[in-house]
């Protein structure tokens, strides 16, 4: 079946550290996204990614990177220079990116991130 | 820029209907709704996108406003199954195709047997 695989579930992170959470799609979707929930708010935009080799900064994207090298995988680091990290962290994706508004997103069951 | 959800939350038993609202300042392309349980993944209900267009999944149906650059969400008959916490997620004109959504705060809802 296809879908999204977020990795690890569970991270555990210590100050100073710089972690990365996988997110990997076998869906042959072009564009992906990076979404970070805080306890009781909604989901706001990092970093996404219309094709491979390419992306963009969402509205929250100081303190994190991500890379594009493959369509399938779009992976991002959470720096030291993120101050307030312990969140929980969904990828997702949508076929045809920007050009097919039509569809909605799949998500990946997400990544919660705690700093110790 | 973030849409406002309305109500927050809501408290509903078995059966009862509710209205959820999703309001923006900006003008829209397009409207999702999401459902996600407690420490799950959100998942699609449906997605609106001309003005007045109205779309239904199951129970759950909804409807966009563009001249109000409004959106909502209502649940008949509501079941156990529909507790969560249902996001609006608004894709603005003029944001240059991107695709990407910006989501509303959330609205908690939850069914009583």
């Known amino acids: 079946d296809g879908g999204i695989t977020q990795s690890p579930k569970y991270l555990f992170r210590k100050e100073g550290q710089n972690v990365t959470l996988s997110c990997e799609q076998n869906?042959?979707?072009?564009?992906m996204y990076w979404y970070r929930q805080d306890p009781g708010q909604g989901l706001r935009l990092i970093y996404y990614s219309q094709i491979v080799n390419d992306f963009q900064k969402g509205d929250i994207a100081e303190g994190y990177s991500v890379s594009r090298e493959k369509k399938e995988s779009f992976p991002l680091t959470v720096t030291s220079a993120q101050k307030n990290p312990t969140a929980f962290y969904l990828c997702a994706s949508r076929t045809g990116g920007g050009g097919s508004p039509r569809y909605g997103y799949t998500f990946g069951s997400g990544t919660r991130l705690t700093v110790v | 820029q973030q849409p406002v959800q309305s109500p927050q939350a809501v408290i509903l038993r078995e059966g009862e209907d509710a209205v959820i609202n999703c309001s923006s300042s900006k003008a829209l392309y397009s409207v999702h709704w999401y459902r996600q349980k407690h420490g799950e993944a959100p998942v699609f209900l449906m997605i609106?996108?001309?003005?007045?267009e109205q779309k239904g999944h199951e129970k759950i149906s909804a409807s966009f406003n563009e001249k109000k650059q409004q959106s909502s969400l209502y649940l008949t008959a509501s079941q156990l199954s529909y507790s969560g916490t249902y996001f609006c997620g608004t894709e603005y004109r003029g944001s240059g195709n991107t695709g990407k959504l910006i989501f509303g705060q959330g609205t908690t809802l939850q069914v009583k047997p």
């Open positions: 609106l996108l001309k003005g007045g």
């Open positions: 869906l042959n979707h072009d564009a």
